[in-house]
């Protein structure tokens, strides 16, 4: 059975990840666009000012444009499917053993409804509330020295959500048995939001936008990128709860049968 769901999982993954690749083409990648427009236009504009002058009479030298590996054109279209596509099979794998870990074991809900929840809850914990500390930046935002620096700080910052996120599940079990599911939830999450909100305070602010940067870009990408995220989490429980209802329905059929 575990193998089932977890195929089911990796093929509703795919198919969200296809979803979410449409939305950020057609909703993120002008920003992106834009974006690069103004990281090229300010890199040619300081290379023009740090280039030195030619002697009298004498030709200045010609800029060798840099080899592009992979064009825009493909980054933005068949890339862009792929990593996306990618990405959503291996969410949907885990997507798939989270689901096989807490079906039953936290309350008594349907697949639909577990994967429904299971959805909301990875959403936040995942993405949502690292993004609250670490938004996502669209081109000419950051400081290349800084890439290995904030990446270790979001993904810590991620490993922090998901541990403490666990942690709330596991309490919030007990506390339903001795206060209620609706009391003994709504502590649980109390709990997580307190302590992301203490880490949140503790580790370093990063602030990176350069002066000048059109804030209605930065604001574009950034709710894209949200975006894109929640049609791939939506698409994601909902595919993977028609099928995961499907798969078990059919399995607790058999020994009625027999």
């Not at 509703?12 to 979410?20: E, S, T």
């Not at 206060?179 to 990063?206: D, K, Q, R, T």
Request: charged content about 15%; proline content about 6%; glycine content about 14%.
């Amino acid at each position: 059975m575990m193998r089932t769901l977890l195929v089911r999982g990796m093929l509703a993954g795919l198919i969200a990840g296809v979803l979410a690749a449409l939305f950020a083409y057609f909703f993120g990648e002008p920003s992106v666009n834009t974006a690069i427009g103004l990281e090229e236009a300010g890199t040619a504009a300081h290379s023009h000012t740090h280039e030195p002058a030619a002697a009298p009479g004498e030709t200045p030298p010609a800029e060798e444009p840099e080899e592009e590996l992979v064009s825009r054109d493909v980054q933005s279209t068949v890339g862009l499917l792929v990593g996306v596509g990618l990405y959503g099979v291996a969410i949907g794998g885990l997507f798939s053993l989270a689901f096989a870990f807490v079906y039953g074991r936290v309350g008594k809900l349907r697949p639909r409804l577990t994967a429904a929840a299971l959805g909301f809850g990875a959403f936040a914990v995942v993405f949502f509330v690292p993004f609250l500390k670490y938004p996502a930046n669209p081109p000419a935002v950051g400081q290349p020295g800084t890439i290995g620096e904030r990446t270790g700080l979001y993904f810590g910052f991620v490993a922090l959500s998901l541990v403490f996120g666990i942690v709330a599940v596991i309490v919030g079990r007990k506390l339903a048995d001795r206060f209620g599911a609706w009391s003994g939830g709504l502590l649980a999450a109390g709990g997580y939001v307190v302590a992301m909100a203490v880490c949140a305070f503790v580790m370093p602010i990063i602030d990176e936008v350069p002066d000048g940067f059109p804030g209605s870009t930065l604001w574009s990408f950034r709710t894209a990128s949200i975006g894109t995220q929640l049609v791939l989490w939506i698409a994601l429980a909902l595919t993977f709860g028609a099928f995961a209802e499907k798969a078990l329905g059919s399995h607790r059929k058999v020994p009625q049968a027999a």
